[in-house]
């Protein structure tokens, strides 16, 4: 029910309930979608999943709904049809999820590249950037090797490449947390705070639902 329905709805509505009906739709209105971006194997997958957890958002990874749209993997997407054809799916992909409301949003490494993408997560929501050392890529892209960019056995010297390419541009989002060789729990709490304060109250809801459900 919008505040003018319930305003309707009330005989005679007190000044402290619309003051309140205010608030609430004020912190209704600040929770925005957030978008994480970073380099492969920042942890944008693993942080997310337990952000919107936290949050109660919805999480979507945007290289498995780029996937579902191809009808291929991205490796495969690579192959047949190269990078550009990616960015360009990617791009349009990127838009149509951010028409959906308090989602966080995990994106591949070359997204936030996009002015484009760029301009439609300010328009959408907040972006943040888990940034990572050198060490702690190579050390966790390592252990997978579905990834394009890093087939070309030199792990360490491609990924010192893309960061001295990307992070100037990754600089430009609206929050920057560091992600170290440890638990993705800690990179959550960095997270929240820095987020305005309707995210934590939210994540405090969320808490408060789950100790107080029972199944």
């Given at each position: ?39 492969m194997g920042a942890g944008k997958s693993s942080v997310g999943r337990r952000l919107a957890t936290r ?132 990179v959550v709490e960095e997270i929240l705070q820095v987020l305005p304060e309707a995210y934590r109250q939210?994540?405090h809801a969320a808490d408060d639902g789950k100790v107080g459900h029972v199944e």
């Amino acid at each position: 029910m919008s505040s003018t329905d319930t305003v309707s709805a009330m005989a005679a509505p007190s000044a402290a309930a619309d003051v309140e009906g205010a608030d609430a739709a004020a912190h209704a209105a600040a929770l925005r979608s957030l978008v994480l971006v970073g380099l492969m194997g920042a942890g944008k997958s693993s942080v997310g999943r337990r952000l919107a957890t936290r949050l109660g958002f919805d999480f979507i990874d945007a290289d498995t709904e780029i996937e579902k749209a191809a009808g291929a993997t991205i490796p495969e997407i690579f192959a047949e049809h190269g990078e550009t054809a990616f960015r360009d799916g990617e791009r349009k992909v990127i838009a149509r999820l951010l028409d959906q409301p308090r989602i966080v949003l995990a994106t591949g490494g070359g997204a936030f590249m996009n002015a484009e993408t760029r301009a439609r997560i300010r328009e959408r929501g907040h972006s943040i950037w888990i940034k990572a050392s050198l060490d702690v890529l190579t050390k966790r892209c390592a252990r997978r090797s579905n990834r394009p960019l890093l087939a070309n056995g030199d792990l360490r010297g491609t990924l010192d490449r893309l960061m001295r390419e990307r992070y100037p541009v990754y600089a430009e989002a609206e929050f920057t947390v560091t992600s170290l060789d440890g638990p993705h729990e800690a990179v959550v709490e960095e997270i929240l705070q820095v987020l305005p304060e309707a995210y934590r109250q939210a994540a405090h809801a969320a808490d408060d639902g789950k100790v107080g459900h029972v199944e």
